[in-house]
């Protein structure tokens, strides 16, 4: 029996399919509608499992995508989920030029740091170059002085505006799924929050040069990248952390701050209880002393200063480190953190919370955290050991996250086959669900697990979302209603299997029939119409939909 | 035994999806015959480790501007000069609108407060700070929650209340919380009858989470929708501002002043974690401690007569160091300030074990040290505002010892 379901998933026809289709469109050169990869990778070996076609790909695309897609559904049933698994792990050979195509408009996206500054000013600084006092009273005085001297679209909000919108167009039509689940895990786990200071300009070109090109790649590559980014060094001080002693010309005596070193070894590597003292926390400190920011409000790229650094000999974890490093100081710290079996550790159990459950078992973590330190950190064979393991397979770990709002309001747009262009209404309701991306304010991050994402104010949003969104009045994000035509059973039962992927409990059908107005007769005699509107609203809010 | 509530029941048991549906008009009755002689505790923690000895200053003490050469507050009847309250402290210029209850013995201020066995990670202190077991991780629910829980009390939709956007970690647990962004957005459209299929769809739901959630969830619903408790207005000319905690602390009044059986609050407010450019009497400390001291200004004002039955406390997970940083900030420490107010504090006081910033009475040599264990003081306003006798089923393995403001 389970040969056979082996069999299933693995789609040898389909597969096959495949290969014939990447021969023809190899040739043919239209990428926006190239619809499968150019070289068919080896598909995963997956472990058997007694669910259908269906439920694995709902399954892998509730964890691995912002939710199944009628596309994409119909992408892994095709190729199976080995296969598609695969292919996500080799984005490079995704074509995603449509989504590329419909960033294009987003002239901050592809700026430096210093671009941003000069061209997305602060307000006031715009106003006084131009001579204009800002002397109102009130906020609302202050604006309308503003009103007429500063183009609203050139100032940094609109640097996050942006961001915002491309994160959210990128999530729900990428094609490279994985990629952009896995941007928002690194990205929330080496949290800046554009709310503090600088950042807000920093916080763009951070995602696309820190984040971004290492995501299969090596930890250390990663970590490394984050380290000498100018967000992070700004996010948590590092920027103004010099040995004792050191003084500079404008700004006084100034001195060690542990903030980045503390937050590097609790929430970068090696996690809270991964066996640091206070004494380490110094010590790593001193070792990125120097490691700042050229100009952080005019420029704002990396810059060693060697005078502020501290040459003294240093000692973290147990290990020495010579006097006179320099700046490889840093360096050899990072070289300890990224392959220390407590940052292995650490980071499998993460991944586990977001990819599998939000209590992983510690077996599971274990062998993942086995493979992270046998290859070195490699974290496309991290993400495989996960996505191989039976525990990704298992039965309580289907359905058993509730989705942050991000991935709720994201697989909303996708379950219908919309779109949404990212503008305010979108942003608003994710901040009302208590997610106003890129604006995180601890550097922990959002939380992985379910907990503090269920709780009455947040339902209510989520509910109004799902009801705005079905009767568009979510200005710039749209979807398709469904066909209403057919027996009202049919209708619901149609339409729930299409958004839910699995039939609706007895009560649940009978509740939806009734508020949808299934049984309502017309004077004539005729059943009433369902709103399909209504009937989508219903379903979105409902409470199997919380769940991925 | 304290009572136990259908929601409760059903939270703890996970009980059959069937009795969710039945609505809670029942509790709902109880809370209105009980609410206008209910007691309220209100909790403010400020998140990042708020300055305690920038918030009330030490300037009696002679080691305080040695430690703090550019931070120091200048002393009461400088120019800028913080404000003065005994000997030994004062508090923050920025803080002047708390000066008349202050005067009228409302507030009481707890220096050096902390826990043990510091931790200076804010995730692991604040952890601590709200479950209630400093040093032990595992422990799964809050201590208010377990305080809620073992209280009499009101059943209302509102009993409990976090008025931010997710359930703070000191609430989770068995007794049922509403957590909201405000009171405001509280809704949703089509009035009682939209959300009645809503209800139904949630008392089905087999993720018990969801399920116990979506109960609390549409009962508070009916009762925000009946009571209009958004467009409360302020009374007694209180006037509250703009500031994120001011709405908020707002919404808590309206809470309290529509009689729905608030017996407990939560907010919070972060932008505390100060290690570059703290500031003095000007910066961003003062800029965080003005919009706080106005918000409770106007929330006492605004209660008027409640105020009597009002206990807040203000709290964060732990001081900054003794000396200033190179950065003309702080970095995390140990023990920092705690305010409390409301009716039955005897006030005026500034109490807690400060023990001073001479290098030998500093904790590892850089933190103030702690005098006062932050449980004591949570305990002795939950036990006045919850009616409990028993601390340990709140703070395990604690005992809270003498009265701190009490």
């Given at each position: 029996?389970?040969?056979?379901?082996?069999?299933?998933?693995?789609?040898?026809?389909?597969?096959?399919?495949?290969?014939?289709?990447?021969?023809?469109?190899?040739g043919?050169?239209?990428?926006?509608?190239?619809?499968?990869?150019?070289?068919?990778?080896?598909?995963l070996?997956?472990?058997?499992?007694?669910?259908?076609?269906?439920?694995?790909?709902?399954?892998?695309?509730?964890?691995?995508?912002?939710?199944?897609?009628?596309?994409?559904l119909?992408?892994?049933?095709e190729?199976?989920?080995?296969?598609?698994i695969?292919?996500?792990?080799?984005?490079?050979?995704?074509?995603?030029?449509?989504?590329?195509?419909?960033?294009?408009?987003?002239?901050?996206?592809?700026?430096?740091?210093?671009?941003?500054?000069?061209?997305?000013?602060?307000?006031?600084?715009?106003?006084?170059?131009?001579?204009?006092?800002?002397?109102?009273k009130?906020?609302?005085?202050?604006?309308?002085q503003?009103?007429?001297?500063?183009?609203?679209?050139?100032?940094?909000?609109?640097?996050?505006?942006?961001?915002?919108?491309?994160?959210?167009?990128?999530?729900?039509?990428?094609?490279?799924?994985?990629?952009?689940?896995?941007?928002?895990?690194?990205f929330?786990?080496?949290?800046?929050?554009?709310?503090?200071?600088?950042?807000?300009?920093?916080?763009?070109?951070?995602?696309?040069?820190?984040?971004?090109?290492?995501?299969?790649?090596?930890?250390?590559?990663?970590?490394?990248?984050?380290?000498?980014?100018?967000?992070?060094?700004?996010?948590?001080?590092?920027?103004?952390?010099?040995?004792?002693?050191?003084?500079?010309?404008?700004?006084?005596?100034?001195?060690?701050?542990?903030?980045?070193?503390?937050?590097?070894?609790?929430?970068?590597?090696?996690?809270?209880?991964?066996?640091?003292?206070?004494?380490?926390?110094?010590?790593?400190?001193?070792?990125?002393?120097?490691?700042?920011?050229?100009?952080?409000?005019?420029?704002?790229?990396?810059?060693?200063?060697?005078?502020?650094?501290?040459?003294?000999s240093?000692?973290?974890?147990?290990?020495?480190?010579?006097?006179?490093?320099?700046?490889?100081?840093?360096?050899?710290?990072?070289?300890?953190?990224?392959?220390?079996?407590?940052?292995?550790?650490?980071?499998?159990?993460?991944?586990?919370?977001?990819?599998v459950?939000?209590?992983?078992?510690p077996?599971?973590?274990?062998?993942?955290?086995?493979?992270?330190?046998r290859?070195?950190?490699?974290?496309?064979?991290?993400?495989?050991?996960?996505?191989?393991?039976?525990?990704?397979?298992?039965?309580?770990?289907?359905?058993?996250?509730?989705?942050?709002?991000?991935?709720?309001?994201?697989?909303?747009?996708?379950?219908?086959?919309?779109?949404?262009?990212?503008?305010?209404?979108?942003?608003?309701?994710?901040?009302?669900?208590?997610?106003?991306?890129?604006?995180?304010?601890?550097?922990?991050?959002?939380?992985?697990?379910?907990?503090?994402w269920?709780n009455?104010?947040?339902?209510?949003?989520?509910?109004?979302?799902?009801?705005?969104?079905?009767?568009?009045?979510?200005?710039?994000?749209?979807?398709?209603?469904?066909?209403?035509?057919?027996?009202?059973?049919e209708?619901?039962?149609?339409?729930?299997?299409?958004?839910?992927?699995?039939?609706?409990?007895?009560?649940?059908?009978?509740?939806v029939?009734?508020?949808?107005?299934?049984?309502?007769?017309?004077?004539?005699?005729?059943?009433?119409?369902?709103?399909?509107?209504r009937?989508?609203?219903?379903?979105l809010?409902?409470p199997?939909?919380?769940?991925? | 035994?304290?009572?136990?509530?259908?929601?409760?029941?059903?939270?703890?048991?996970?009980?059959?999806?069937?009795?969710?549906?039945?609505?809670?008009?029942?509790?709902?009755?109880?809370?209105?015959?009980?609410?206008?002689?209910?007691?309220?505790?209100?909790?403010?923690?400020?998140?990042?480790?708020?300055?305690?000895?920038?918030?009330?200053?030490?300037?009696?003490?002679?080691a305080?501007?040695?430690?703090?050469?550019?931070?120091?507050?200048?002393?009461?009847?400088k120019?800028?000069?913080?404000?003065?309250?005994?000997?030994?402290?004062?508090?923050?210029?920025?803080?002047?609108?708390?000066?008349?209850?202050?005067?009228?013995?409302?507030?009481?201020?707890?220096?050096?407060?902390?826990?043990?066995?510091?931790?200076?990670?804010?995730?692991?202190?604040?952890?601590?700070?709200?479950?209630?077991?400093p040093?032990?991780?595992?422990?799964?629910?809050g201590?208010?929650?377990?305080?809620?829980?073992?209280?009499?009390?009101?059943?209302?939709?509102?009993?409990?209340?976090?008025?931010?956007?997710?359930?703070?970690?000191?609430?989770?647990?068995?007794?049922?919380?509403?957590?909201?962004?405000?009171?405001?957005?509280?809704?949703?459209?089509?009035g009682?009858?939209?959300?009645?299929?809503?209800?139904?769809?949630?008392?089905?739901?087999?993720?018990?989470?969801?399920?116990?959630?979506?109960?609390?969830?549409?009962?508070?619903l009916?009762?925000?929708?009946?009571?209009?408790?958004?467009?409360?207005?302020?009374?007694?000319?209180?006037?509250?501002?703009?500031?994120?905690?001011?709405?908020?602390?707002?919404d808590?009044?309206?809470?309290?002043?529509?009689?729905?059986g608030?017996?407990?609050?939560?907010?919070?407010?972060?932008?505390?974690?100060?290690?570059?450019?703290?500031?003095?009497?000007?910066?961003?400390?003062?800029?965080?401690?003005?919009?706080?001291?106005?918000?409770?200004a106007?929330?006492?004002?605004?209660?008027?007569?409640r105020?009597?039955?009002?206990?807040?406390?203000?709290?964060?997970?732990?001081?900054?160091?003794?000396?200033?940083?190179?950065?003309?900030?702080?970095?995390?420490?140990?023990?920092?300030?705690?305010?409390?107010?409301?009716?039955?504090?005897?006030?005026?006081?500034?109490?807690?074990?400060?023990?001073?910033?001479?290098?030998?009475?500093?904790?590892?040599?850089?933190?103030?040290?702690?005098?006062?264990?932050?449980?004591?003081?949570?305990?002795?306003?939950t036990?006045?505002?919850?009616?409990?006798?028993?601390?340990?089923?709140?703070?395990?393995?604690?005992?809270?010892?003498?009265?701190?403001?009490?």
């Open positions: 029996m389970f040969e056979d379901l082996d069999l299933m998933r693995l789609a040898l026809p389909a597969l096959l399919a495949l290969l014939g289709c990447a021969t023809a469109s190899s043919g050169g239209a990428p926006a509608e190239v619809s499968t990869p150019s070289r068919p990778p080896d598909a070996p997956l472990p058997p499992v007694r669910w259908s076609t269906e439920e694995q790909a709902v399954h892998v695309l509730d964890r691995l995508a912002y939710g199944p897609s009628p596309d994409d119909r992408r892994v049933e190729v199976g989920p080995g296969a598609w695969a292919w996500q792990l080799r984005p490079a050979d995704i074509d995603d030029s449509a989504v590329e195509k419909r960033l294009a408009d987003f002239a901050s996206l592809g700026m430096s740091t210093q671009e941003l500054i000069a061209s997305y000013p602060r307000a006031k600084k715009v106003a006084q170059a131009k001579g204009v006092i800002l002397d109102g009130s906020p609302e005085a202050v604006r309308a503003l009103a007429g001297v500063v183009n609203p679209f050139q100032l940094p909000r609109q640097v996050g505006a942006e961001l915002v919108a491309a994160r959210l167009i990128r999530a729900s039509a990428s094609r490279r799924q994985l990629q952009e689940v896995l941007v928002d895990f690194w929330n786990h080496f949290n800046v929050s554009a709310d503090k200071g600088a950042v807000r300009w920093m916080v763009s070109p951070y995602e696309r040069e820190a984040i971004r090109p290492h995501l299969f790649g090596s930890f250390r590559e990663l970590l490394g990248a984050v380290a000498h980014h100018p967000a992070m060094l700004f996010y948590l001080d590092n920027w103004a952390s010099t040995r004792e002693g050191f003084s500079a010309p404008k700004r006084g005596r100034l001195g060690l701050n542990e903030n980045y070193a503390r937050e590097l070894l609790e929430l970068h590597t090696l996690g809270v209880d991964g066996g640091y003292t206070q004494q380490d926390v110094r010590e790593v400190a001193r070792c990125f002393t120097g490691w700042g920011i050229r100009k952080p409000n005019e420029d704002g790229s990396f810059e060693f200063h060697p005078g502020a650094h501290d040459r003294g240093k000692r973290v974890l147990g290990v020495g480190i010579p006097a006179g490093g320099g700046m490889e100081d840093g360096e050899r710290v990072l070289d300890l953190l990224a392959t220390h079996p407590s940052t292995a550790r650490f980071i499998s159990r993460k991944l586990a919370q977001r990819f459950m939000d209590t992983p078992p077996e599971l973590v274990e062998r993942v955290a086995q493979v992270f330190l290859t070195n950190g490699d974290l496309t064979a991290t993400y495989r050991a996960l996505f191989e393991s039976p525990e990704f397979w298992s039965d309580s770990a289907r359905a058993s996250k509730v989705k942050t709002p991000l991935e709720f309001t994201v697989s909303a747009v996708r379950a219908l086959g919309g779109s949404t262009a990212g503008d305010v209404p979108m942003v608003q309701a994710l901040n009302r669900m208590g997610q106003p991306l890129y604006r995180a304010q601890p550097p922990t991050g959002w939380p992985e697990v379910a907990q503090p269920v009455p104010g947040a339902l209510v949003a989520r509910i109004d979302f799902g009801l705005k969104l079905a009767s568009g009045r979510l200005t710039g994000t749209e979807v398709p209603l469904p066909a209403v035509d057919g027996a009202p059973e209708v619901v039962d149609r339409t729930a299997r299409a958004i839910l992927h699995r039939p609706l409990g007895e009560t649940t059908r009978t509740t029939l009734a508020a949808v107005g299934a049984s309502e007769v017309m004077p004539d005699g005729e059943r009433r119409a369902i709103d399909p509107a009937l989508v609203g219903l379903l809010g409902a199997e939909f919380q769940n991925q | 035994m304290s009572p136990f509530s259908r929601r409760q029941f059903l939270r703890s048991t996970g009980a059959l999806a069937a009795l969710g549906a039945v609505p809670g008009f029942l509790g709902r009755a109880l809370a209105a015959s009980t609410a206008s002689t209910g007691k309220t505790l209100v909790l403010v923690f400020l998140r990042g480790g708020a300055d305690g000895l920038s918030i009330v200053p030490p300037v009696g003490d002679p305080y501007r040695d430690a703090r050469p550019t931070l120091a507050l200048a002393p009461p009847g120019d800028g000069g913080a404000l003065r309250l005994d000997d030994v402290f004062a508090l923050h210029p920025a803080l002047a609108p708390l000066l008349p209850l202050w005067s009228d013995g409302t507030l009481g201020i707890v220096h050096a407060a902390g826990l043990p066995g510091a931790t200076r990670s804010h995730f692991d202190a604040q952890d601590f700070c709200e479950s209630g077991t040093g032990t991780k595992s422990t799964a629910d201590w208010l929650n377990r305080a809620v829980r073992r209280a009499p009390g009101p059943e209302g939709a509102f009993r409990v209340v976090a008025v931010q956007p997710t359930l703070p970690r000191m609430l989770v647990g068995g007794a049922p919380a509403v957590a909201m962004s405000s009171l405001g957005q509280f809704r949703l459209p089509g009682p009858g939209g959300s009645a299929a809503f209800d139904a769809l949630y008392a089905q739901a087999v993720d018990t989470a969801l399920r116990t959630t979506g109960l609390e969830t549409f009962e508070a009916r009762e925000a929708g009946s009571a209009k408790l958004a467009q409360l207005p302020a009374a007694n000319g209180a006037e509250y501002g703009g500031a994120p905690i001011a709405r908020r602390l707002q808590v009044a309206r809470l309290i002043r529509s009689g729905v608030l017996q407990v609050a939560v907010t919070d407010m972060g932008g505390w974690d100060t290690h570059v450019n703290e500031g003095s009497e000007k910066g961003q400390l003062a800029a965080r401690l003005t919009e706080l001291g106005s918000a409770l106007a929330f006492a004002r605004d209660l008027g007569a105020w009597a039955d009002t206990r807040v406390v203000v709290m964060t997970e732990f001081g900054r160091t003794a000396r200033e940083n190179g950065n003309r900030g702080t970095d995390h420490g140990t023990a920092s300030v705690m305010l409390v107010l409301g009716g039955g504090v005897r006030g005026r006081r500034v109490v807690g074990g400060y023990r001073g910033l001479g290098r030998s009475a500093l904790f590892e040599e850089r933190d103030l040290a702690i005098g006062t264990d932050v449980r004591s003081v949570l305990w002795e306003a036990r006045a505002q919850l009616d409990l006798r028993d601390a340990s089923a709140v703070f395990p393995a604690f005992s809270p010892g003498a009265p701190v403001l009490g």
